[in-house]
């Protein structure tokens, strides 16, 4: 007697299952995927997990043409996303207190060790249904960029009063805070407005500036760095709990490979974008010793106020003791 040809059919299909199938994860950047910073993800985080014969793999839909960068939070929490890469500054409107992320200054291996990571965990986990699995570019920060020679204090530090600034919430407190007037526009307008003279000059991640060509339109470059980059990946906590635990495990492993890959990455690019600039011929105004430690006071108190308008007095004296270090 034979047996009926869809049975056949269902073991064969059966015996051909591989032992254990891999889950597949959709993601996201906030950024275009040719941004600087998303392709450190990219290289780091999605390519060595997709590389691995493990649990997982990652499927890139795209950058914010997917979700927009004010929209992806939602779409990570509603469970249209499985994995979120974006800058903490982005996430504010939902996490407000996200916006204290770029404040640290003690790295990641503190963050992680003396537990403000995981405060920060369950902040994601509260408000945005999110497992938070890395904190990542830690080691790149901003720089103030001038088309003009800007003036000086009497302390020697740089005064923006006159000047309009190309800004967005990272850069704003700065600006205002150095007497320079906040101007919004697109990024990809920088170069416009440079040359009509709408705007004096910007804020910009201490990384990515060659990749579009911006050291041709600014003659200045304000030293030291400020703040520091806080990038995250965030995985929805429903999809986070269903995994196995060979899928988390893997996960979170390239999670903490690429923290620390993608420091040596930014001060590698961070190093070449100072070498560009300086072949076109930016000039560094550098401030040092008092002058420095008053600059960088300035742009880190101004930050601090408002984080402290956003999420009051308490919760920024907690944030502060734990993530950042005064001089």
Do not use: C
Not at 160 to 181: D, F, H
Request: aromatic content about 8%.
């Amino acid at each position: 007697m034979t047996r009926p040809i869809h049975a056949l059919a269902i073991v064969a299909a059966i015996v051909a299952l591989p032992a254990s199938a891999q889950e597949v994860l959709r993601a996201q950047t906030a950024l275009p995927t040719q941004h600087t910073l998303s392709k450190s993800f990219t290289k780091h985080f999605v390519d060595v997990i997709n590389a691995e014969d493990g649990a997982v793999q990652v499927n890139m839909l795209g950058g914010p043409e997917v979700n927009p960068q004010d929209r992806a939070v939602a779409a990570l929490e509603r469970g249209l996303l499985d994995i979120l890469w974006i800058p903490a500054a982005f996430t504010t409107g939902t996490i407000p207190e996200a916006q204290a992320m770029m404040l640290q200054n003690i790295g990641i291996d503190e963050l992680r060790a003396n537990g403000s990571y995981d405060h920060f965990a369950n902040i994601f986990a509260e408000k945005a249904n999110a497992h938070f699995l890395a904190w990542a570019e830690t080691s790149a920060g901003y720089y103030l960029y001038l088309a003009t020679e800007p003036a000086m204090t009497e302390d020697g530090v740089v005064d923006l009063t006159g000047l309009s600034m190309r800004s967005t919430g990272a850069y704003r407190p700065i600006i205002e805070a150095l007497n320079g007037s906040p101007v919004a526009i697109p990024s990809g307008d920088v170069p416009q407005g440079l040359d009509r003279g709408v705007i004096n000059g910007f804020g910009w991640p201490t990384v990515g500036l060659e990749s579009i060509g911006l050291q041709d339109s600014v003659s200045y470059r304000v030293e030291p760095q400020f703040y520091n980059l806080a990038n995250i990946v965030l995985v929805n906590q429903d999809k986070w709990e269903r995994l196995s635990d060979e899928a988390r495990d893997q996960l979170s492993r390239v999670a903490l490979a690429y923290e620390q890959l993608s420091i040596d990455e930014m001060n590698m690019m961070g190093e070449a974008d100072i070498a560009a600039a300086d072949a076109a011929g930016v000039q560094a105004v550098r401030m040092e010793g008092d002058a420095a430690a008053s600059y960088l006071s300035t742009a880190f108190d101004a930050m601090w106020n408002s984080v402290r308008g956003n999420v009051g007095d308490d919760v920024t004296d907690e944030l502060r003791g734990m993530i950042y270090k005064a001089d």
